[in-house]
């Protein structure tokens, strides 16, 4: 249901009364809720109720509750079921199928649907074939998963012997989906969620795994190709030997919400970590280096000062770094094997010290590019600052909705929840990440002798000021200043002189001789591209030409006045979030409309011509009010 992006073209609050129309449908639907149930999942009258609309064609209607997609109306006429923000506060909702090994989750996380093999059968509640029910893992209450049953519980008893396939569980909506994502805010409600399974409270995939291999246990051929059908293409690997692999490193994927202490316990079997192992943790360390610690500013750079200075802190927390345990077994061989030309690093050896030197990083590199950074908080040095993590009940649950009334013996019989105002109260901010945008140039093909000349890789981009001191660099360095009859002019040298020149001078003019200092910045930079790089918590993308901006505009659309937002995912930034910030900021409706043409984004209608509104995007989201007109 959920496996794509879901636009939402409206988005507006709940009235009372359809609130309460919607609460009587719940009850009617779902008996197991009871009095108390139905309280914790959707309360009466505490906290913000929205309702949200999904563009056309889809009819879906999406309910959310302090800002959690709790309920969803798969036709729009009716068809409820709950979401698993929805079930993590009433678990006992749904009937609950458990998986037959955690190791299953990895593809129920990735959109799979789940299989008849893959189910412990030993277990298995009533239900008829269509009814809703939820997937849930052995020691962790907390279900990952909605969907609708494709058999009764009896005949899957009676089909569950070996070699019998079929289909058990359609999902609708699970942990890892874009609803998930987008709408829920990655929200994860205790440490057995991690990024690519579900285990256990208190427990990791890799200890599960190895716990199995030693006891003998695996999923069996046929449980596999079982699985393998209910889902996308995904590579299968036997318990036994999937115990040897490092989940941990998956654990670190953008997104990830499991605490720095979480993740430093999952790391620490990198301590006796195999050879090629400890080369993933090694690349990992240094691209989180290079992306969020290590500034072009910084280069030239000793290999031990990258190593001591930037490579130690950057590492995932909890985790040993060991040179020694790689195949490199010293730093200079394994930052060699990312130089070269057209590599992601350029390098030069110290011929006093012996010690290997970083001149320049190649931030277009497609390791770069592709790579996700992990959150500070879980790298070695965010672990030693203080870290909000998800506060959880006793049995490891979130604190998602309101307590009222004497009900809280009769969640907590049902495995509920505890409730907490907010979802500041859970760990979770709902501010975005630190915005981060870069005017850059590149080189151009004619600059590629001035470059070479340097040791400076051709695929480098530089900032302005950057720019202007490699045209100075390369002046010092072809010692250009010295026949120079003025102080304030440089002699242009055959490679400069092409460099800047070659192809602007008209045929029978003369080539210069002489250039002023002062000119030089802006010569070089005309023989660069414009590019830029925007950056928010993890994610990044470098473009060509210059940087985007917001439009904010005050129009007239069918007699009304509106105020227009345009150009907001250019920020990544969500459409459907800013109309839903701005309607609580300006106390006025919005919506969000798809303009015309392939790729060209949405924009945010609000009522009213408004004023302050670049002034709220600039201090809520970061944005850089240059890039707001």
């Keep these: 249901m959920f496996k794509k ?18 609460r009587r449908e719940l009850e009617k639907l779902f008996s197991a809720l009871g009095d108390d149930g139905l309280e914790t999942l959707l309360p009466n009258k505490a906290g913000e109720m929205e309702v949200a609309k999904v563009a056309s064609p889809g009819r879906t209607i999406i309910y959310l509750h302090d800002k959690y997609p709790i309920v969803v109306d798969i036709s729009g006429k009716g068809d409820l079921y709950p979401t698993i923000f929805g079930l993590w506060r009433y678990p006992a909702t749904l009937p609950q199928v458990k998986v037959k090994h955690p190791f299953v989750t990895q593809y129920l996380v990735n959109g799979a649907d789940l299989m008849l093999p893959g189910v412990d059968i030993s277990c298995l509640p009533e239900f008829s074939k269509g009814d809703l029910v939820s997937i849930c893992v052995h020691g962790n209450p907390l279900p990952l998963a909605v969907g ?32 998930w994502s987008e709408l829920g805010g990655r929200l994860v409600p205790n440490n057995g969620f991690l990024p690519t399974a579900v285990v256990p409270i208190g427990s990791s995939l890799e200890a599960v795994l190895r716990a199995d291999g030693d006891e003998g246990h695996s999923l069996g ?12 293409e995904t590579a299968v690997v036997p318990a036994t030997e999937a115990a040897g692999l490092m ?169 509920g929840v505890t409730a907490i105002e907010g979802a500041g109260a859970c760990g979770v901010s709902s501010s975005p990440s630190e915005l981060s945008v870069e ?28 720019a202007g001191q490699v045209a100075f660099d390369y002046v010092k360095h072809a010692k250009l200043e010295e026949n120079s009859p003025d102080p304030t002019m440089i002699v242009l040298d055959a490679t400069l002189c092409d460099a800047l020149f070659k192809g602007l001078i008209k045929k029978g003019e003369t080539y210069p001789t002489h250039l002023s200092k002062a000119d030089l910045r802006d010569c070089f930079l005309k023989r660069c591209q414009a590019q830029y790089r925007i950056s928010r918590g993890s ?75 670049s002034e709220f995007l600039s201090k809520a989201y970061g944005v850089p009010k240059k890039f707001i007109k």
């Design 221 to 232: 051929d046929e449980e596999e190709e079982g699985i393998r059908e209910g889902g996308e």
């Design 247 to 415: 989940p941990a490193l998956q654990s670190l994927e953008l997104g990830s919400f499991t605490s720095a202490a979480a993740t430093g316990t999952a790391l620490g079997a990198c301590e006796t970590a195999a050879p090629g192992d400890m080369e993933a943790l090694l690349e990992l360390t240094l691209l989180q280096a290079l992306s969020r610690a290590v500034k072009d500013s910084d280069l030239p750079l000793a290999g031990s000062v990258l190593w001591a200075q930037h490579m130690l802190a950057c590492r995932p927390a909890g985790s040993v770094l060991d040179i020694k345990k790689s195949k490199h077994k010293k730093m200079s061989k394994f930052l060699q094997c990312y130089g070269g030309k057209g590599g992601l690093l350029t390098l030069k050896e110290d011929k006093h010290s012996g010690d290997i030197i970083l001149t320049s990083i190649n931030r277009s590199h497609l390791l770069l590019i592709n790579f996700r950074p992990m959150p500070a908080r879980a790298t070695e040095a965010g672990s030693s600052s203080s870290v909000a993590e998800p506060i959880t009940s006793e049995g490891g649950m979130p604190c998602l909705g309101f307590t009222t009334g004497n009900s809280n013996s009769s969640r907590a019989a049902h495995g």
């Design 439 to 466: 005017e850059l140039w590149r080189a151009g093909r004619e600059l590629r002798g001035v470059l070479e000349a340097l040791g400076v890789s051709t695929d480098s981009m530089f900032t302005e000021k950057e």
């Design 539 to 613: 994610e990044q993308v470098v473009k060509k030409g210059s940087a985007p901006t917001i439009t904010v505009s005050a129009e007239k659309t069918r007699g009304h006045r509106v105020t227009r937002i345009v150009g907001v995912e250019h920020f990544m930034m969500s459409a459907e979030q800013v109309a839903s910030d701005c309607q609580k900021k300006f106390a006025c409706s919005t919506s969000v409309n798809e303009l015309p043409g392939k790729n060209q984004g949405s924009e945010v209608l609000i009522q009213g011509h408004l004023e302050g509104v």
């Design 148 to 179: 609708t049953a494709g058999m009764s519980s009896a005949d899957a008893r009676s089909k569950a012997v070996p070699g019998v396939k079929g289909k058990l569980v359609a999902v609708l909506q699970g942990y890892g989906d874009c609803l």
């Design 5 to 22: 992006s879901c636009l939402i073209n409206q988005r507006s609050l709940l009235s009372g009364s359809d609130r309460k129309k919607l």
